[in-house]
Structure formats: C-alpha cells, structure tokens
T-cell receptor
Framework: AQSVTQLGSHVSVSEGALVLLRCNYS??????LFWYVQYPNQGLQLLLK??????LVKGINGFEAEFKKSETSFHLTKPSAHMSDAAEYFC??????????FGQGTELSVKP | EPEVTQTPSHQVTQMGQEVILRCVPI?????FYWYRQILGQKVEFLVS????????KSEIFDDQFSVERPDGSNFTLKIRSTKLEDSAMYFC?????????????FGQGTRLTVV
C-alpha cells in the first residue's frame, strides 16, 4: 500500500533562508506526487506535481521539488523564504483510482 | 477562476444529530471527493464519486456516512448520527479526470464541531 511520510511536523526558518520540507513515499509502482499548501483558514492549494515528465518540478511561489527514485523522496525546497510562505505543507501521492494519500503535514514558520 | 465552494464554513452540532455538508464542485468536473482532517492529524480520504455512484471509499466511510449529487451541481456529505470523533475539517475536491495526470481542486473546507 502507498504511504507518504513527512519528516518534521514543524520547520522554522529565517526570512531569506533556504526552505527544505522533506517527503518520502513508499510505493510499488512509480508514484504521482503532489505538494499542497494550506494557509490559515483556507483550503488546500496545489503547489506543484510530479507526473514522471521531469524529475525536477517547479511550482508556484518559487517552490520546486525533486523526485529521487533511489531515495524514494520528493523534498520541497525554496531558495529564499518569505514571510508569506508561513503555512502548512502537505505531500501527497495519487493512487490509480485518483485517491490522494497525504503525509502528516509540515507547518512552516518564517522568522523575520 | 473556477473554484470549489463549501458551505457552511463552520458547523456546530450536537452528538447524535444528522449533518449535511455541502459542496459545489467546478462545473465541468466529473470526479468528486471528500477528505477529512482531524485537528493535528493528516488529511484522510473518505470517498470518491463518479457517474452518480461511489468509486471508492475508505474504512472511515461507514454506514453513518453517505454522499449524494442531488441536482447536478451540489455534492453533499451526510453524517447520519454524529459522534464526537467526527469533529474535523471536511474538504471537498473535484477533478475533470480520474486517476493520474489530473489535478484535484479543493474547497476551503467545513469545520465540523460535534459537542
């Protein structure tokens, strides 16, 4: 069965610092992977998705993620954090039926 | 930009009462989903719906839960007799296609509080 694990329920960075949010998946077949962001009192917004076209995926707001099959990882990065990046981030894998399997979520705090 | 809308944003209900959570998916979408997020926990899949029937459901989605698309625009989740542990944020989502290579668009969620 597919599962998604996000390491670190809380990550705190300084404004301008590198953001690294970790996601590992387990799957017997190549997965389709997503990162969603949830701002306070809002729904889930798609940041980016991996669908096997390219291992480095660029998303909105300067985020990108790299699919590494050898490490079963899909970590989310952003070179320079902005205060507006403070939110909860969810990694998710899509099964063949269209069901999303989410990780536990990582809350990102950005310090001035 | 088209979006998925959910009403109400927050609902408080007494244990044992029935609740109906409403969703208006994006108009040309064909696949509909409900997810829930208990406070402090991960987002969990509840059910998917296509062609007026349930495609897949999780073990959470027991006989107390039902879904319906009553009028071609709304997509509802009914909890027949709410329990305290049903308190959660419920997200509706829709997509134009099923399976891979499709993006699910999520609503803002309904926070259900059972007291």
């Amino acid at each position: 069965a597919q599962s998604v694990t996000q390491l670190g329920s809380h990550v705190s960075v300084s404004e301008g610092a590198l953001v690294l949010l970790r996601c590992n998946y387990s799957s017997s077949v190549p997965p389709y992977l997503f990162w969603y962001v949830q701002y306070p009192n809002q729904g889930l917004q798609l940041l980016l998705k991996y669908t096997s076209a390219a291992t480095l995926v660029k998303g909105i707001n300067g985020f990108e993620a790299e699919f590494k099959k050898s490490e079963t990882s899909f970590h989310l990065t952003k070179p320079s954090a902005h205060m507006s990046d403070a939110a909860e981030y969810f990694c998710a894998a899509l099964n063949q039926g269209g069901k999303l399997i989410f990780g536990q979520g990582t809350e990102l705090s950005v310090k001035p | 930009e088209p979006e998925v809308t959910q009403t109400p944003s927050h609902q408080v209900t007494q244990m044992g009462q029935e609740v109906i959570l409403r969703c208006v998916p994006i108009s040309n979408h064909l696949y509909f989903y409900w997810y829930r997020q208990i406070l402090g926990q991960k987002v969990e899949f509840l059910v998917s719906f296509y062609n007026n029937e349930i495609s897949e459901k999780s073990e959470i989605f027991d006989d107390q839960f039902s879904v319906e698309r009553p009028d071609g625009s709304n997509f509802t989740l009914k909890i027949r007799s709410t329990k305290l542990e049903d308190s959660a944020m419920y997200f509706c989502a829709s997509s134009s296609l099923g399976g891979v290579n499709t993006e699910a668009f999520f609503g803002q969620g309904t926070r259900l509080t059972v007291v």
